[in-house]
């Protein structure tokens, strides 16, 4: 008999006895579980959600994770600047010391430049802007199979660059 006072813990013991409580996990709202269906745990990016929806093609992994690759580099050089914590120091993150991964970057882009403004700036908004939850507006339109020459068209500037870096 339980003594008084004390109250009943409530879970599912494991092999070994120890109490597991019953934790629910957070899915968000239903917005975000239908961005989860469509992608998957590739819905965070728009490389990510092109990849998901089978628009780079048949190397789309391989493009996504070239694109992957070059965004992981790129920001923590050019961006804006040192992730700093607040319950820390300001270390890290900035690229300081890496010299031959900035070297790469830096050829990387000379030659998405050299390949021309309009592809710079297709490849620029499908790998390196920041597109969480949707964007840019022309890869929206191409997933929700909307008909658009300009689309296709931008999508297919990004795709050749990405062919060419992960050639």
């Known amino acids: 008999m339980a003594r008084a006072g004390r109250k009943r813990k409530e879970g599912r013991r494991d ?5 597991r409580p019953i934790i ?3 899915r968000g709202n239903d917005r975000t579980a239908a961005k989860r269906e469509a992608f998957g745990t590739d819905g965070g990016d728009a490389i990510g959600r ?3 929806s089978g628009l780079l093609g048949e190397n789309g992994q391989r493009l996504m994770q070239t694109a992957r690759s070059f965004h992981r580099a790129y920001w923590p050089m050019f961006g804006v600047g040192q992730i700093g914590c607040t ?3 300001r270390s890290g993150g900035d690229g300081d010391g890496d010299i031959d991964r900035e070297q790469w970057v830096v050829k990387t882009v ?3 430049d050299a390949m021309g403004r309009d592809h710079r700036k297709a490849f620029d908004e499908l ?5 969480p939850d949707y964007g840019p507006h022309w890869l929206d339109a191409l997933i929700a199979k909307q008909d658009c020459e300009t ?7 990004a795709i050749k660059v990405l ?3 992960a050639a």
């Open 50 to 52: 092109a990849y998901r």
């Open 127 to 131: 790998v390196l802007d920041f597109w």
């Open 163 to 165: 062919n060419e870096l």
């Open 15 to 19: 092999a070994k006895g120890k109490l």
């Open 87 to 89: 319950l820390g120091d």
């Open 110 to 112: 000379q030659r998405v």
């Open 151 to 157: 689309s296709k068209a931008k999508l297919d500037l």
């Open 24 to 26: 629910m996990p957070d």
